[in-house]
């Protein structure tokens, strides 16, 4: 981690999901920006390497568990992190969790595990930071959705659906929470290649997405950080309500390199 000057100094931000993916490389990011980390995730362990590994760079970071789809456990943790940090001025809800499957093959269970993570879990803790945001006059919530939120993908029915809902939450808390100064947004990545997907995924799908995608690579969890430092900078104070794909240009087009 390198300091770059702060364009978050002192900023206290929540990331869900932080330990490990999208949500590692979001907390590396900020704290490299100067923002006080608060990694928030089921994995206590993964989370607290994270907050370590931080911490030896110089920044300032702590772990707390806990699971997203529990209301009074989302409740409690938001709780904790104002008694230990002070205030929250960014939530990063990145926690997620998907399944592929036939449509025809899932359960109530399988479908409520997935949406009460994604949709449910998001909405928690956007809930729990309201009163400090709504005390300051001040905050921004970045929800990560997915491309599969805005595209149709096969047998991803249940992921899709949890974060095509998310987009719209995020909409409505845009309206709801502007008057308060708190702006939300969010960003919609496609394939990124995290350490876990770059350890499982298929080749064949890992060549096909980079096949469909106008800017020719899968992303970074690099590339999400820095649209989500954006977003939670000064820089984007009057930006709210905004779905922002960040994907190679993936969800702008039928398919990419057709002349091949």
Request: with cysteine; proline share 4%.
């Amino acid at each position: 981690m390198v300091s770059r000057g702060g364009q978050l100094e002192n900023k206290v931000a929540i990331v869900t999901g932080g330990a490990s993916g999208i949500g590692e490389g979001i907390c590396h990011e900020f704290a490299a920006e100067g923002a006080i980390i608060a990694i928030a995730d089921i994995n206590i362990n993964s989370g607290q390497r994270v907050a370590e590994k931080i911490q030896q760079q110089g920044a300032k970071a702590i772990a707390v568990e806990v699971d997203v789809a529990n209301y009074q456990q989302v409740r409690e943790v938001v709780a904790s992190i104002l008694q230990q940090l002070g205030t929250i001025d960014i939530l990063i809800n990145c926690a997620g969790v998907s399944a592929v499957m036939l449509p025809e093959d899932v359960t109530p269970e399988q479908w409520r595990h997935v949406v009460s993570i994604n949709l449910d879990g998001t909405w928690y803790f956007c809930q729990a930071v309201m009163p400090e945001m709504m005390r300051k006059k001040s905050g921004k919530i970045i929800n990560i959705g997915s491309a599969a939120g805005i595209l149709g993908a096969p047998k991803l029915v249940q992921y899709s659906s949890s974060k095509a809902a998310v987009i719209e939450l995020t909409r409505s808390l845009a309206v709801d929470l502007g008057g308060d100064n708190i702006n939300v947004n969010c960003i919609c990545p496609s394939t990124v290649l995290t350490p876990l997907f770059e350890k499982t995924g298929n080749p064949v799908f890992k060549t096909e997405m980079v096949k469909r995608t106008p800017l020719g690579r899968l992303g970074k969890p690099s590339d999400i950080a820095k649209a989500a430092i954006f977003l939670a900078s000064p820089d984007s104070d009057w930006i709210t309500g905004v779905i922002l794909p960040v994907d190679g240009g993936l969800t702008c087009c039928f398919r990419a390199h057709h002349w091949e």
